[in-house]
């Protein structure tokens, strides 16, 4: 049996990736090193936000084999690879899974065969890390023997609109060459393949696209603050800055970033200046102090709230509402849920949480008090604070319902809400 492709790494990524390839007809294997993903897959099951169990199911029906036999690699004409790229110690790149993965593609590679990959990295990558790793271990040449290129990811978990068919696709090739068949290969299941001059630039214009909104993130986390000790309602500062219909777009303040992508991926590109030219890419490194220390500050404005009402926050009970990293999904990684929960907790407060996608949360291995009971526990606690809009809160409800109501999010419009 031969593939049109295998996508290593079934997780936010790749499996979305895996839907559109088969529902454009491809034939797709599916190669993951965490065998209960691929046996649980092999059920119809699925643990990303954006597939469900169905999905799978028609996955499966379409030929969509997972497996974690790395000799099936081998019977798939293009490879792509959809592998994690967290921070390692000291915050700088961890490649271990993309060297890994890499490996597993380099035995299996065969001449005439595609690599591309899309976890998201620093410049120089793919030429640097990946095609000397492939060559070594299959004896063949990039550009020759085989085609090797870089195509960043743009999922946006949640998004309703735009989805890996309709998404504009990035591809940057080892040689021309090899961007001509990484173009051919995508145009088979996206709209639109936008060509780069080489790998680098393809690395570099995902890292850009996080780090601007890293950045412009940061500018209005740091206003919020000024803003509010200025007596300046910031959100109607950046509704009425959003009505200028040209060189303006809108940026919101809130209690930090979350994601696999935003708090990370400047880093890569930070690190990677600093490493190779030995100076700060100095916007990375400014924005990332103001926007990790947002969950301390909303702590801070709490402290404040119940301070201005005689309550002390030692004792009190404060309710956080939604712990994901984004509204309306399951993903928690890197949520500021957990900074800020852990901020209250170091002064006093009881903590608590409701989230319609979150059954069980775990800070530093103790579990957090859970509640199914949003009415009952808004009205009985200190405070609440909204740290997640998530579809099925009524904020200014809440608010008015509440004791005291702190907004992270700009979304209440009743005089009885605070707002960041
Ligand atoms: N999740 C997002 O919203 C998002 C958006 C854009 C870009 N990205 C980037 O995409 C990449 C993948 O992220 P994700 O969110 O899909 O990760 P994930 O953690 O959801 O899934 C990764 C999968 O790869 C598997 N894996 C790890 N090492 C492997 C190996 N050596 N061989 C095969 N499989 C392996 C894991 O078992 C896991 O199932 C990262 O670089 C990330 O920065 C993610």
Redesign the pocket.
Known sequence: MSYDVVI???????LPLAQQAIRAGMSVLG????EN?VRSLGEGRSH?DDLSGTDVEKMLAGGFLPTSDEALIGQARTAVI????PLAEGDGPDLR?VL??TS?VGRNLRPGMLVVL????YPGTTDEEVRPRLEQLSGLTAGIDFHLAFS??????GNEVFGAHNTPKVVGGYTPACTDRAEVFYSRFVETVVRTRSTREAETA?LLENTYRHVNIALVNEMARFCHELDIDLWDVIHAASTKPFGFQAFYPGPGVG???IP??PNYLSHNVRSKLGYPFRFVELAQEINTTMPAYVARRAQNLLNADGQAVRGATVLLLGITYKANIA?QRESPAAPLARQLASLGATVAYHDPHVTTWELDGVPVSRTDDLEGAAASADLVILVQNHREYDPDHLARIAKRFFDTRGVTTVREAHRL
């Open positions: 290593l790494g079934l997780g936010y990524v790749g190669f993951d090193i965490d993903v990303v959809c592998v994690p790229t899974a890994g993965a597993a899309e976890s998201t990295t960043p990811e743009r999922i946006d978990p995902k994601g696999h992508c990370i991926d993903d």
